[in-house]
Structure formats: structure tokens, C-alpha cells
């Protein structure tokens, strides 16, 4: 019985401490902060890495999406082309807030989505097999 009521705080301080840290992450997701453009140098090492010739989508400061392959790489812009068209967007790297397409093909990324996944999930099915319970 001694050992019952020392259980009790812990396993609802336990669970008040999971609630919490849901609430907190799941705020934090809807929260909506400007885009802050990215460092100049920085974007120019990113689109370098890539490669001429490589597919890249990215996010200007105005938030118009430009999607295209790298055609030609300046000094302080790049040209990307869209896929079936001729003409070339020029995109200078300090108006950039946002660069996707890291050359990872989409098994890799859904194999790395799917194996973050089952650790969140083993980690909470861990935490509430310590709790002694569901919530």
C-alpha cells in the first residue's frame, strides 16, 4: 500500500508532463513567423552543392515558389529553368527564404519519414509502458 501512494504523484506529474509537451509542440506548429531570407553565402554553398543541371525548388522573400532545374550558377544569382519550358528565372540568393530538393530521391525521404516515425512511436508506447498506463 506504501509503495501505491508514492506511485500516484508520480504517475500524474508523469502525465501532466506529457500533456504538457504536446500542448507546447503542437502550439508551436501553428505559430506563423515571417520568412527570414537565408545567409546569401549560404544559399550560394547550397545551389553549388547541387549542381548545374540538378532539380531544386525554392521559396523567394515574396513567397513565389520557383521549381525548375539549375541551369547556370553567378556570382551572386543563379538561372533556373522549368521542366518543358526555354526560358530561365534568374534568382538572386539574398532574396531566398526557403531551398528544398536536398538530392535525396522520394524512397529515400519516405524511408526516413517512416523510420522517424516508429521511433516517436516507440519512444511514447516506452513512456506510457512507464507510466503504468494510457493517458
Known amino acids: 500500500m506504501h509503495a501505491s501512494i508514492l506511485r500516484s504523484p508520480f504517475r500524474y506529474f508523469l502525465r501532466s508532463l ?7 509542440i503542437s502550439l508551436a506548429s501553428f505559430a506563423t513567423t515571417p520568412p527570414v531570407p537565408i545567409d546569401p553565402v549560404v544559399a550560394k554553398q547550397v545551389i553549388q552543392n547541387r549542381g548545374i543541371g540538378r532539380g531544386i525548388r525554392v521559396t523567394e522573400v515574396g513567397g513565389t515558389n520557383i521549381r525548375g532545374i539549375i541551369t547556370a550558377i553567378h556570382e551572386d544569382k543563379f538561372e533556373v529553368t522549368p521542366k518543358g519550358t526555354i526560358q530561365s528565372t534568374q534568382v538572386s540568393f539574398s532574396d531566398l527564404t526557403k531551398i528544398r530538393n536536398d538530392g535525396s530521391s522520394r524512397t529515400v525521404r519516405v524511408v526516413k519519414g517512416v523510420l522517424i516515425g516508429f521511433g516517436i512511436l516507440s519512444a511514447v508506447s516506452i513512456l506510457l509502458a512507464v507510466i503504468g498506463g494510457g493517458l
Open 18 to 24: 506529457v500533456l504538457s509537451l504536446v500542448c507546447s
